[in-house]
């Protein structure tokens, strides 16, 4: 595997996915499939948000994200795998995460990406604090991430 192959990158700044998915797809032409994903900041009617404070222990993040990356990469036999997640405040309609895979079809470069966001999603060392009008709050885990989960298993 090229050292390239896989590129995991933590980051406090704003990303933009257009590009990100532009660059990504740059000298793919052994590829049949690419699949992008990109997780958004929410703030819905009924549970409006001013900001999303992302914390994380960043040299366990990054291993973490390391080696779940490099779990997909391997297990569906990916061409190319990018892991993108953001960390500190951000404002909804933001980027927090985007996951790009490249395989030979489509198939595994799908389950390659759902992969990635449901360990993403339960394994990755995050905290997840909203802010709103009312107050702040940690968000708690879901069990349905965990149940996306567990068919991996």
């Known amino acids: 595997m090229a050292a390239s192959a896989i590129i995991v990158r933590l980051q406090s700044e ?13 000298g793919t032409e052994a590829a049949g499939a690419a699949v992008t994903f990109t997780g958004l900041v929410r703030s819905t009617p009924d549970n409006p948000i001013l900001s999303m404070t992302l914390e994380h222990y960043p040299a366990l993040a990054q291993s973490q994200l390391e080696k779940i990356s490099k779990q997909a990469f391997e297990r569906f036999s990916l061409i190319k795998l990018t892991t993108i997640h953001r960390y500190g405040t951000l404002a909804p309609g933001e980027p927090i995460v985007q996951v790009m895979t490249l395989a030979g079809h489509r198939k595994a470069a799908f389950e390659g990406a759902q992969f990635l966001m449901d360990y993403l999603k339960t394994g990755a060392p995050f905290w997840k604090k909203e802010r709103s009008a009312t107050g702040e709050n940690w968000v708690a885990a879901k069990t349905a991430d965990d149940s996306a989960k567990e068919r991996w298993e």
């Open 14 to 26: 704003t990303f933009d996915p257009g590009a990100e998915s532009n660059a990504f797809l740059s």
